[in-house]
C-alpha cells in the first residue's frame, strides 16, 4: 500500500534547532551568565582547543586512534565525538548571574550538531570573544590521496567509499563537506562534495574570527532557568525565544531585561551561515536595508549586518509597542528555511494520507509509552514478517490514520477496548437512554492496525452480548470489518472473529461489471468467497 517512509521525530536539523560544530553555538546567547539545572542533548560534540569561533572555510577536528592491542588515548585539550551519547553534560565554574558583573568565564565552551536546553545538567559558555583555530583552503583539491591518508580514514567508523571515493557520513545518512580533520597526526581534508582530496594539493592557514563583542555580548541569556526560555519538552527549537541579560531600548541604549522582556533565539544566534545569511537577507527586506548578504563575506561582515537588524528591530518594537509583528516574521521565515521544513524531506502525497510520518521512539521523558516490544505492522497477514494465509502482500502501514499509535502496546489496546465501550453504550452514557445506544460498529482499516486489535473487539462483544452463544446474539450485534486484503477474511475466520469481513474479490467484481472494464458479469458468481457455479438457483450468464 505505498512505500513506507519513516521519519524519527528526533531527526538532525528538522524539529530542533541543531548546532553545528562551526557555529557560535549559543556562545553569544548563554555566554557569562550561570547556567543551572540544563541538560544539553547531542550528536556530535567537539571541545575546541581554544574556544569557539564562527564558521570559516574548514574546521579542522582532531582524532586519536587506538592502534591494535594498544590503550586508546585522547588528547586532553581537543577531543572529538562524532557519535556521542544522547546526553551530554558539560560543567564550568559558575559566572556571576547580574547584568553589571563584568568577570569573564574563560572556560572552554562544548558545541554540538544538535543541542538542547532541558532540566537535569549544566552547560556554560563565555562572555568574552570566543575563538578557535580553523583552516582556510588555498586551492582547489586534486583528485588522489596517498596511502597514509587512506589508511587514516579508513581508521575513522564514520568513512564510507562510494565509488572509489572516500567520504565522511553524519549519523542522518548525508556526507561532511569543507572539512578537515587530524587522525593521528595525519591530516584529511573532505571537499565541498563531500569526497576525501589529498592535502598534500592544500596549503592552509590559521585564522580566527571573534564571535562575541561588546555588542552582542548584551544578547547573552540573563539566566539558564526553564523561565528564561520558551521550550518545547526541554528543546529549543527554531521558534524559541528567550531573555537576554539587556534589551537595547528603542536601538538605543542597554537597560537591564524584565521577565516580560523575550526576543528570538535568531535575532542572535544561527546554527550554520547560511541560516544567518538567510535571516539577514529576509529582515534587510524587511526594513528595506537595500543590502543583500551572501555566504562569501566574512564573519565579522555578517556580524555587523546582524547588529544593525538588531537595532531595528528594537526600534520597531518601541514603536508598535508589541513584539506580536516579530514573532509571525520568525515564524514566517523559519517555514522558509529548507532545514526545518518538508523540502529536505521525501514528502510524496503517495505515502498515504500524511506524505510522510514521524516515529516516536523510547523516551526516559515518556516511560508509561515507552515499549522493548515495539511490532510495526502486524497485520493479520504479518504475523511473524512473513506472508501468511493466502493474502497478496504483508499488510497495510501502521501509520496510515494518525503519526504513530503504537497498536501493539498493552496501554493503546486497553484505551481501543474504552473506545468501542464508549461507542456501544454512547446513549446509555451520553443521553440516559439504552435505546440510543448503538447494536455494532465497524473496524476500521484492519490492515493498517496491529491484528490484536481485532481480538480485543471480539472478547468485548463475546462477553457484552453473548455474539458466540446464540445465532440471534450475534445477528442483533452485527459489525463490520473494512478488510482489503484477500487473507483478512481467513484469518477472521480461523480467530472465531465477532464481526463480519467483507468480500473483496466480489467488490472487485461488481465494480468490473459496473465500470465497463471488460469483466463478465459471471465474475459475480465465481470471484466471491462462496463460488456459487452449481447453485441451482442461478441462471448461466455470459
Known amino acids: 500500500m505505498g512505500k513506507k517512509v519513516h521519519y524519527k521525530l528526533h531527526k ?54 587506538a592502534a591494535p ?92 567509499q562510494v565509488d572509489g571515493k572516500y567520504y565522511y557520513v553524519k549519523e542522518d545518512g548525508s556526507y561532511k563537506t569543507n572539512f578537515a580533520v587530524s587522525v593521528n597526526g595525519q591530516l584529511l581534508y573532505f571537499g ?25 555580548s548584551h544578547n547573552r541569556a540573563y539566566d539558564s532557568k526553564k523561565e ?76 555587523a549586518a546582524a547588529k544593525t537588524i538588531q537595532i531595528k528591530i528594537e526600534q520597531e ?24 521544513n518538508t523540502t529536505t524531506e521525501n514528502y510524496t502525497l503517495a505515502d498515504h494520507l500524511q506524505g510522510g510520518a514521524l516515529l516516536y521512539v523510547n523516551n526516559d521523558k515518556t516511560p508509561w509509552a515507552n515499549s522493548d516490544y515495539r511490532l510495526l505492522n502486524r497485520t493479520p497477514s504479518n504475523q511473524d514478517g512473513s506472508l501468511n494465509g493466502t493474502g497478496r502482500y504483508l499488510g497495510g502501514y501502521e501509520f496510515l490514520l494518525a503519526n504513530d499509535v503504537d497498536n501493539s502496546n498493552p496501554v493503546v489496546q486497553a484505551e481501543q477496548l474504552n473506545q468501542i465501550h464508549y ?18 460498529i465497524r473496524v476500521d482499516a484492519v490492515d493498517n492496525v496491529d491484528a490484536d486489535l481485532l481480538q480485543v473487539y471480539t472478547n468485548y462483544f463475546r462477553a457484552a452480548f453473548g455474539v458466540d452463544k446464540s445465532e440471534a446474539n450475534a445477528l442483533a450485534h452485527i459489525s463490520i470489518l ?28 461488481i465494480m468490473g461489471a459496473l465500470y465497463g472494464s471488460g469483466s463478465s458479469l459471471k465474475d459475480l458468481i465465481t470471484s466471491s468467497l462462496t463460488d456459487r457455479t452449481n447453485n441451482s438457483n442461478l441462471c448461466t450468464c455470459s
Not at 576525501?196 to 580566527?208: A, D, M, R
Not at 461507542?423 to 445506544?437: F, H, R
Request: charged share 20%; hydrophobic share 40%; net charge negative.
Open 12 to 65: 538532525v536539523k528538522k524539529q530542533w534547532v541543531t548546532i553545528a560544530v562551526t557555529s557560535a553555538a549559543l556562545a553569544s546567547i548563554v555566554g557569562g551568565a550561570t547556567v543551572a539545572n540544563q541538560k544539553v542533548s547531542a550528536d556530535e560534540t567537539t571541545q575546541p582547543v581554544a574556544s569557539t569561533t564562527a564558521e570559516s572555510d574548514v574546521v579542522v577536528e582532531t582524532h586519536e586512534v
Open 69 to 160: 592491542a594498544a590503550t586508546a588515548t585522547t588528547d586532553a585539550t581537543a577531543t572529538t565525538t562524532d557519535k556521542a551519547a544522547d546526553t551530554a553534560t558539560v560543567e564550568t565554574p559558575a559566572a556571576a548571574t547580574t547584568a553589571a558583573d563584568t568577570t569573564t568565564n574563560t572556560a572552554t565552551p562544548a558545541t554540538t550538531d544538535r543541542a538542547a536546553v532541558a532540566n537535569g545538567a549544566t552547560t556554560e559558555t563565555p562572555a568574552a570573544a570566543a575563538t578557535d583555530t580553523t583552516l582556510t583552503v588555498a586551492e582547489k583539491p586534486k583528485s588522489g590521496v596517498t596511502e597514509k591518508e587512506e589508511t587514516a580514514a579508513l581508521s575513522l567508523d564514520n568513512i564510507k
Open 192 to 216: 565541498k562534495d563531500g569526497a576525501l582530496t589529498s592535502t598534500s594539493t592544500h596549503s592552509f592557514t590559521p585564522g580566527t574570527t571573534n564571535l562575541v563583542d561588546a555588542f552582542s
Open 228 to 303: 528564561s526560555f520558551e521550550l518545547v519538552d526541554g528543546y529549543l527549537t527554531p521558534n524559541s525565544w528567550y531573555r537576554p541579560v539587556t534589551i537595547l531600548e528603542n536601538g538605543e541604549k542597554w537597560r537591564v531585561s524584565t521577565e516580560k522582556d523575550f526576543r528570538p533565539l535568531l535575532m542572535a544566534w544561527w546554527p550554520d551561515v547560511d541560516t544567518q545569511v538567510a535571516y539577514l537577507n529576509t529582515f534587510s527586506k524587511h526594513f528595506n536595508l537595500n543590502a543583500t548578504y551572501s555566504t562569501s563575506q566574512s564573519q565579522s561582515e555578517l556580524n
Open 317 to 340: 518594537i518601541s514603536a508598535k509597542k508589541s513584539t506580536e509583528w516579530l514573532r509571525q516574521a520568525i515564524e514566517s521565515f523559519v517555514k522558509e528555511q529548507d532545514q526545518w
Open 423 to 440: 461507542l456501544v453504550n454512547w446513549g446509555s452514557i451520553v443521553m440516559g437512554d439504552k435505546d440510543a445506544n448503538f447494536d455494532g
Open 482 to 509: 473494512e478488510a482489503w486484503d484477500l487473507n483478512d477474511n481467513a484469518y477472521n475466520q480461523k480467530h472465531d472473529g465477532a464481526a463480519l469481513a467483507m468480500d473483496n474479490n466480489l467488490r472487485y467484481a
